[in-house]
């Protein structure tokens, strides 16, 4: 992923106009207009929804890599927070005047959000079978063996990968020590006709998946990466 100095000396500096135009020129609906720096109020997602406006925290690397996420992945994170308005809607009609409690489905979305990854496979390929390899070789392979074993896995499913994740963009920037020890969850689909690469697709296919299954979304569909691997592929391809 390309830095962006600019967009970093606004949320350090506060410069609420400089990142309200960098939102606008996303030009999707339903992405943030605005972000607040003040004292945070009210529900994190609802304001999203229903005000347009992002939380941010000035000097907040976290949530300058939140802010290339929402201009990366915009229909994504578009979906996540719709589906996230919707759930928490549900939540609350079902706890009757109760707290509402937080379901799988929200787990699910915020999991995604700070560490997704994006595996789009060849449409050939069986993605539970996928899942479940990947799960096995996190279990079973040695520390040493696991990168290679892992990395070979991926090249034959073909996979094109897209990280979603803000705070593994954080984790590989701040601390890449950690990298080994970071787990990058993935969602699995199969590629459009064709085999998408480019980014665009990918955030287009990855919103279609979330909206077509915003019923049963739930953290068990992840299989988990470790996050040094997730780069090394990504610079290979």
Same mark, same amino acid.
């Given at each position: ?19 309200a ?43 300058y ?45 915020? $999991? @995604?959000? !700070? #560490?997704? /990854?994006?595996?789009? +496979? ?6 539970? %079978? ?22 070979? $896995? @991926?090249? !034959? #499913?073909? /996979?094109?990968?897209? +990280? ?6 954080? %984790? ?10 970071v ?44 996050l ?10």
């Amino acid at each position: 992923m390309q830095e962006h100095p600019a967009l970093w000396r606004a949320v350090e500096s506060g410069d609420v106009h400089f990142i309200a135009s960098f939102l606008s020129n996303v030009g999707v609906s339903g992405v943030p207009r605005t972000v607040d720096f003040g004292r945070t109020r009210g529900n994190y997602e609802e304001r999203i929804f229903t005000e347009g406006v992002l939380a941010v925290r000035r000097g907040s690397l976290h949530d300058y890599y939140n802010l290339m996420a929402w201009s990366l992945f915009p229909r994504s994170k578009v979906a996540i927070n719709q589906i996230h308005h919707e759930a928490i809607e549900a939540e609350s009609s079902a706890a009757a005047g109760e707290r509402p409690g937080r379901g799988p489905r929200r787990d699910f979305l915020t $999991i @995604l959000d !700070e #560490a997704g /990854v994006l595996l789009l +496979v060849d449409p050939t390929t069986d993605v539970a %079978t996928l899942a479940g390899e990947i799960r096995r070789i996190r279990q079973q392979a040695s520390e040493m063996d696991y990168p290679s074993v892992i990395t070979r $896995i @991926l090249e !034959e #499913a073909r /996979v094109s990968m897209h +990280v979603l994740g803000h705070a593994l963009m954080e %984790t590989a920037r701040v601390q890449p020590g950690r990298m080994a020890s970071v787990g990058a969850f993935a969602v699995i689909l199969p590629a459009d006709e064709g085999g998408p690469t480019l980014r665009a697709l990918a955030d287009r296919q990855l919103s279609r998946f979330l909206l077509d299954n915003r019923e049963s979304l739930h953290p068990s569909l992840f299989p988990s990466l470790r996050l040094d691997v997730v780069f090394e592929c990504l610079q290979r391809s």
